[in-house]
């Protein structure tokens, strides 16, 4: 399958701080790539270069399949952009500033389908500043769309959002997919990367540290589940792990007042839990058994939590 964005080598310094550091990926066509990673893990920056919203200090762009020093206007016919602040001018109408993101481009959609699309029929005649979060998230898509690009790129479509606005944003997005677009989209928040993306690249510190599609990358752990329980003991945590899982072929952590085991074998973990509180007279509580997901990934490479 065709690449159509691919970069290699890109860093970004400023001082000492390494913004982007040697990051290489590329994204194929009609698929959603989403670029994962904590806030200052380099995301909006790299998105910025590719953009030519940034200059890059090393490496390579190339834009389907042709190596590119500036975005020219070509270029720019062909891409759509959605920043993390779109800042619209606020007594501007809905209307108003889709017709004025059309005069952009050579060729766009018409502005009534636009709206239609994307819910917006209602408020045309609303001023920008009297919009919701929701609203105004989905301008921000609509106005990105409008050059109908072949490529999207969506920086934290979703920051600031409620549930529900957050899960009607997805669905648009897929919707987007759907109809032949290419997406790179950055996202803090697991969940998102987990519902759209057809392959994930995690961020941190501007390296890529991991990258696949979310069952890789959750089979890279070598674990089947993860269990959480709650000891009601007087011991501290090391005499409790030393009593209670001295024999076990299991990983054991503890967060609060709750333990984490990783394993393979749920089964065999549970009997060894429980064994051994009866044994040591602990009283265990609060059982959770669940999958891993990428919040466990990033911080089985990380060695910290996604949200830290």
């Not at 609303?126 to 989905?138: D, W, Y």
């Not at 709750?258 to 065999?268: A, M, N, P, Q, S």
């Amino acid at each position: 399958m065709e690449s159509i964005i691919e970069v290699k080598n890109l860093k970004k310094y400023y001082k000492n701080v390494k913004a982007v550091d040697d990051v290489s990926f590329d994204v194929k066509k009609g698929e959603i790539v989403a670029i994962l990673g904590p806030n200052g893990a380099g995301k909006t920056t790299t998105l910025e270069i590719i953009e030519g919203l940034r200059k890059k200090d090393a490496g390579e762009i190339y834009y389907f399949g042709k190596k590119i020093e500036n975005v020219d206007s070509n270029i720019k016919e062909r891409i759509g952009i959605q920043l993390q602040d779109t800042n619209f001018f606020p007594n501007l109408k809905v209307l108003e500033t889709l017709k004025a993101f059309s005069g952009l481009y050579k060729n766009s959609l018409d502005v009534n389908k636009i709206m239609k699309d994307f819910n917006l029929e209602e408020k045309k005649n609303s001023r920008v500043s009297k919009l919701s979060g929701g609203q105004l998230q989905r301008l921000a898509l609509a106005t990105a769309v409008i050059n109908d690009p072949v490529l999207l790129f969506l920086d934290e479509p979703t920051t600031g959002l409620d549930p529900q606005a957050r899960r009607s944003t997805w669905e648009k997005i897929e919707d987007l997919r759907n109809s032949g677009k290419t997406i790179i989209l950055t996202t803090h928040y697991m969940e998102e990367a987990e519902f759209l993306a057809d392959r994930i690249y995690i961020f941190d510190q501007g390296r890529v540290i991991a990258q696949g599609t979310l069952n890789e990358l959750i089979h890279s752990l070598k674990m089947d589940s993860i269990i959480t329980f709650e000891i009601n003991s007087n011991g501290n945590f090391d005499e409790v792990k030393e009593e209670l899982f001295k024999d076990a072929n299991f990983q054991v952590t503890k967060s609060e007042n709750f333990y984490t085991i990783e394993t393979k074998d749920v089964e065999g973990a549970l009997v060894k839990i429980f064994e051994d509180a009866k044994i040591q007279k602990f009283d265990i509580s609060n059982i959770v058994i669940r999958k891993p997901n990428l919040e466990d990934v990033f911080l089985h490479l990380t060695g910290k939590s996604l949200r830290d």
